[in-house]
């Protein structure tokens, strides 16, 4: 058998192209004023959010943002749709219990040969999602992955809660991983934890197999977030920013080797810890959450969109993530492009 290439080189995983899509539609702090005895003062100060975008409009769920980002996504990388391989989706927001998302993304945005799945690991989703695509381009398995993180949060937002009303928005990124041909760029290192004992705190009650949709669950709000906000933030606090330190220890990389954090957006203050452990100045830090809230699995792809401008070729960027679960990851991207 011929062989071209060095049978010993590991091919690593490189993205390729980011895109964003968020609906149009914008709650503000004072809409929400409105709705539940809130105010912009609170929302600000304890979350750095100003203001989210909603999807609306009959019919219409996660899978129809993603459609638009994947579709924009394979025009600015000059793909086209039946050459992708495979689309995983990270969403705690699906169309349906099943199929996956990820199936019917591909389907409206005609990938015709691509296998899909969804992963779930919540807020932590789009990394977790990144690991899987990043093996199957290292194992030479596909050429072409698309992952996705997408969310429509409104659609389990209780807005009578004002305690997680406040903090959720909708949209979806998407990013192209191919080979990289440079062993320096791409996908350096994924880092994955998780706690499931921690569940109990930030979870939707019914809806899955052991507390099915009945008149009951829908009476009692059981079809909506429930977060017990103080215990999630005293982990999503320590564990952030652990997961981010120890891949700079693990690699040797002090907060000036450092070009940016792209940290999950759930709370500024979180941000602003995790940021203050890895020696970074406020300046290197990726935040959307005062415009978008979170958007759960979409906050990481969302803020590499609209950061793409800036980043240069060799920036060693450092995504890190907590979520529901517990789940947490951090991943080291020195970026290709
Ligand atoms: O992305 C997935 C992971 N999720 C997270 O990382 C979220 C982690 N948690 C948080 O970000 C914060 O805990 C919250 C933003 C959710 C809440 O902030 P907090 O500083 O932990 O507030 P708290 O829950 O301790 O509540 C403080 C006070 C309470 O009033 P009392 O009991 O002291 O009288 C709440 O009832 O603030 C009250 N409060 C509000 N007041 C005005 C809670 N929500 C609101 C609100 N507006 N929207």
Redesign the pocket.
Known sequence: MLYFGNPMKKIKAKIAGVQGYVPDDVLSNTDLEKMVD??DE??QS??GISERRILKGEGLGTSDMAKIAVEQLLEKTNTKPEDVELLICATVTPDMVFPATANIISDKASLKNAASFDVGA??SGFLYALSVGKQFIENNTYKKVIVVGADKMSSIVDYTD??TC??FGDGAGAILLEPSESDDLGVQDIILKADGSGRHH?HQKAGGSVRPASIETVKNREHFIY?E??P??KF?VTRMADVAEEMMLKHNLTGDDVAWLVP?Q??KR?IDATARRMGLNADKVMLNIGKFG?T?AATIPLCLWEWENKLNQGDKIILTA???GFTWASALVHWAY
Do not use: D, E, S
């Open positions: 809130t105010n609170w929302i304890r979350t919540a807020c004002r305690t406040v903090l930030l977060q906000g103080a999630v933030f999503a999950h759930a709370n979180i979170n759960t907590f979520g529901g």
